[in-house]
Each structure stands twice: as structure tokens, then as C-alpha cells.
């Protein structure tokens, strides 16, 4: 079956300045890629995804980049704000293709310090 | 638009005990999945419902089961509960199988 790998497990970045967050994947079927951010006491909340027919995807001070051959897939936060200190979660597909089924990583706790 | 809401949002129960969780999931959307959440087994899929069906299905034991009304509403069951039963369990609605997944809250379930 999906293996998802994420790292780092804790980020701590300042206000203003960019976050980054890996995940690999194992499965070649896997062709969609969510990320979710996850605040305290609530459910994962779905930010933005992508499939493998694109490389990348932007909205807003987010993005999210694809390299398929390497098995790799990443998340960018620009311009980070207080508010966006939650856990971030990537996930992919497996053989579904969808969002049926998803394999998540570990999650990924980001700080925005003042 | 109403989210996925999940009742009861905190449950206590004993080992050998048996609970029924509630999901409700966003108003048009027919298809149903849960996720068991733990710190140490981090997010994992139990199973997906769609038009009363069960189309996928996690690795978990034949203690966990699922069904899905004709509204769409999902129910989950565990029985025999294990103290490693503890952990969040997340409803996801989608509009059809495959679509975006949104997620509710969760119910807390604790295993004393």
C-alpha cells in the first residue's frame, strides 16, 4: 500500500518569513495530493490539492509543488502570519487516483513567532 | 452551508463496552468516510460509504463497521471496545466518491 513520509515533524518560522513542508510518497498510482491544516480541538481543514497532471498550484501566500518522478511533493506558505500556526498534514492517493481512501503523513507542527 | 457535524463530540466509555458514533454530512453531498486519529498512528482510513454502500475499506478489525442511511447521515459502531480504541474519529463528507474530502470536528472517544 501508500507510505507517506513528511518532514519536519516541528517547524518554528517568524512572522513574515516562508515555510516549507516535504512529504514523499511510495505508490507510482498515487496521483492526488492534499494538504490539510489542522487547528486545535477541530478537524483537518483541506487548503489546497493537486494532481499529477500539474507540477504546481498557487492560492494566495500558498502553493504546492509536484515532482512525480522523484515521488515528492511540497508545501509553501509565504508571508506566514500568527494564524497560521496549526499542524499540517499531506496525504496522497494511492491506487484510488482520488480522495477516496487518502494515506496521510505524520504532520507537520508549525510555529509563527512574533 | 452547514458543515460535516459529528455528534457526540466527547464520549467516555469501558473496555468490552460497545459505542455508535453519528456523522451528518454536508447538506447535498452523498458520500461518507471515516478516519481514526492518534498520536501515534497519526490519521488512518476506516472505511467510505456511498448510496448506502461500503466502497473501500481500511485495515482495521471486524470490530469497526460502518452504514450509511438513505439521507446520506453515517454511522459508525465499535464493539468490544480496547483501551487502544482511544482516539479522534473524523467523519469526511464528499459530493460523490473520489471528491474532496471536508472533514467535521470529531468525536473524542476516550477508553477507560
Known amino acids: 500500500g501508500e507510505n507517506v513520509e513528511q518532514h519536519p515533524s516541528t517547524l518554528s518560522v517568524q512572522e513574515g518569513d516562508s515555510a516549507v513542508i516535504k512529504c514523499t510518497y511510495s505508490?507510482?498510482?498515487?496521483?492526488?495530493f492534499p494538504w490539510y491544516k489542522q487547528e486545535l480541538g477541530k478537524g483537518p481543514q483541506l487548503i489546497i490539492d493537486?494532481?499529477?497532471?500539474?507540477g504546481e498550484k498557487k492560492d494566495q501566500r500558498i502553493a504546492v509543488t509536484l515532482n512525480k518522478t522523484a515521488k515528492h511533493f511540497s508545501l509553501h506558505i509565504t508571508e506566514t502570519q500568527p494564524e497560521d500556526s496549526a499542524v499540517y498534514f499531506c496525504?496522497?492517493?494511492?491506487?484510488?487516483?482520488?480522495?477516496?481512501?487518502?494515506?496521510f503523513g505524520t504532520g507537520t507542527r508549525l510555529q509563527v513567532t512574533l | 452551508k452547514a458543515g460535516v457535524t459529528q455528534t457526540p463530540r466527547y464520549l467516555i466509555k469501558t473496555r468490552g463496552q460497545q459505542v455508535t458514533l453519528s456523522c451528518s454530512p454536508i447538506?447535498?453531498?452523498?458520500?461518507v468516510s471515516w478516519y481514526q486519529q492518534t498520536p501515534g498512528q497519526g490519521l488512518q482510513f476506516l472505511f467510505e460509504?456511498?448510496?448506502?454502500?461500503?466502497?473501500n475499506k481500511g485495515n482495521f478489525p471486524g470490530r469497526f463497521s460502518g452504514r450509511q442511511f438513505s439521507n446520506s447521515r453515517s454511522e459508525m459502531n465499535v464493539s468490544t471496545l480496547e483501551l487502544g480504541d482511544s482516539a479522534l474519529y473524523l467523519c469526511?463528507?464528499?459530493?460523490?466518491?473520489?471528491?474532496?474530502?471536508?472533514f467535521g470536528s470529531g468525536t473524542q472517544l476516550s477508553v477507560l
Open positions: 505508490d507510482n498510482a498515487s496521483n492526488y
Open positions: 447538506s447535498g453531498h452523498r458520500s
Open positions: 493537486i494532481r499529477s497532471n500539474v
Open positions: 460509504y456511498f448510496s448506502e454502500t461500503q466502497r
Open positions: 469526511a463528507s464528499s459530493g460523490s466518491v473520489g471528491e474532496k474530502l471536508f
Open positions: 496525504a496522497a492517493s494511492g491506487d484510488t487516483g482520488t480522495a477516496s481512501k487518502l494515506t
